[in-house]
């Protein structure tokens, strides 16, 4: 499988880094997983310039970038603290779900999981309605 390069890979760690600290949350107790989160950032930035989810199949990711929905750290997280990708999760390694809106994956997935840092993070918690819609209109 081929690496990303070690620029990108140090801009992802960087963004990482910062976003756990902002967001109150840790990364993944399981070295592989983070790492494995982390190339797959590190490779879209190296393909596309942009730190697009690798967790997502997406059918043109020039496209996808014209908005910024998945690129890392998303508007799930964004929005709910919630990383599908178990990259920014609690230190037990679940990713907290407690603020997902009914019937969403995550809650179906891992249940209730609280934020035990409410105070930080969240920064565009005001587009929770709008985020939901848009959940909708993709599952329909
Ligand atoms: S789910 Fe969101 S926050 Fe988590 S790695 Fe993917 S883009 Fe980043």
Redesign the pocket.
């Known amino acids: 499988m081929s690496q990303p390069s070690e620029k990108s890979l140090g801009r992802v760690r960087k963004l990482v880094d910062a ?1 756990t600290n902002k967001s109150g949350t840790t990364t993944h107790p399981n070295d592989e997983v983070r790492e494995a ?1 982390e190339l ?2 590190a490779k879209n930035i190296d393909e596309i310039g942009r ?6 199949f997406y059918p043109d990711k020039q496209e996808e970038i014209k908005h910024r929905t ?9 929005v709910y603290k ?7 999760v609690k230190e037990d390694g679940n990713p907290i779900t407690e603020y997902l809106p009914e019937g969403h994956d995550g809650l179906e997935v891992y249940g209730v999981v609280k934020d035990p840092t409410p105070d930080l993070g969240r920064v565009l918690k005001h587009k929770a309605e709008e985020r939901e819609i848009e959940r909708r209109q993709r599952q329909s």
């Not at 730190?51 to 997502?56: F, G, K, Q």
């Not at 998945?70 to 964004?78: A, H, L, N």
């Open positions: 976003y989160v797959g950032l730190p697009l989810c690798p967790c997502r998945w690129v890392c750290p998303c508007d799930d997280m964004q919630y990383c599908h990708c178990l990259l920014f």
